[in-house]
């Protein structure tokens, strides 16, 4: 099936520090979406993109829809300690109605 | 409060046993998920309901059965067939894009 790359896999940074991690895709979509997963709970919507290009802030978080629309990034600003968690990518189609691929995760921790 | 409602949180399995994991939803969504995760890996999608009684299969289907009787349910049967049955099980609930997730069911086999 359709696969999605996502990187890094793992990342382990300062509190403070600024953070991107991306997507890239080989097929084309019409969605973006990037979740986060605190451990043994369900993964909570961040950011939702739904044009090529569109950038979204909330918070401190940043996210782009890529312009071949085939790629997002997600850049976190001045990490603090509850930014650790698991990061997924999700990408989808309009045909697919909500059926969605995901990424395998960037999983991010911050050392105070 | 709107939400999806996944029970029980743990859950353990004998040797050739059912289990049958919950779902429910109070958000209208016509469309429903599961979804299996396993130690740094993404989702895998086991099975979907896009409306009331129809089903599709995901990529892992195979060892699992799901019922959609009623819009808010969507339960799902992990059956003696599926030898490797220990995971992290979500469902979600979507109306386009995006899905909503619940809190998920851990198994374990005893």
């Known amino acids: 099936g359709q696969q999605l790359n996502q990187s890094p896999q793992s990342m382990f940074i300062q509190e403070g520090e600024d953070v991107s991690m991306n997507c890239t895709s080989s097929?084309?979509?019409?969605?973006w979406l990037w979740y986060k997963q605190d451990p043994g709970e369900g993964p909570v919507l961040l950011i939702a993109?739904?044009?090529?290009?569109e950038l979204t802030s909330n918070g401190r978080l940043t996210a782009q829809f890529g312009i071949t629309r085939k790629d997002s990034f997600l850049n976190i600003s001045a990490s603090i300690p509850s930014d650790v968690g698991i990061y997924f990518c999700?990408?989808?189609?309009?045909?697919?109605?909500?059926?969605?691929?995901f990424g395998d995760g960037t999983t991010l921790t911050v050392k105070p | 409060d709107g939400g999806i409602t996944q029970s029980p949180k743990y859950l353990f399995r004998k040797e050739g046993q059912n289990v049958t994991l919950s779902c429910e939803q109070n958000?209208?969504?016509?469309?429903m998920y599961w979804y299996r995760q396993d130690p740094g890996q993404g989702l895998r999608l086991i099975y979907y309901?896009?409306?009331?009684?129809?089903?599709q299969k995901g990529d892992i289907a195979e060892g699992y059965s799901v019922s959609r009787e009623k819009k808010e349910s969507f339960p799902l049967t992990v059956t003696s067939a599926q030898k490797n049955p220990t995971a992290f099980y979500l469902c979600?609930?979507?109306?386009?894009?995006?899905?909503?997730f619940g809190d998920g069911t851990r198994l374990s086999i005893l």
């Open positions: 999700a990408s989808g189609r309009n045909t697919n109605a909500g059926k969605s691929t």
């Open positions: 097929s084309i979509f019409n969605t």
């Open positions: 993109l739904y044009k090529a290009g």
């Open positions: 958000l209208n969504h016509d469309a």
């Open positions: 309901s896009q409306i009331v009684n129809d089903f």
């Open positions: 979600a609930s979507s109306e386009g894009q995006p899905q909503h």
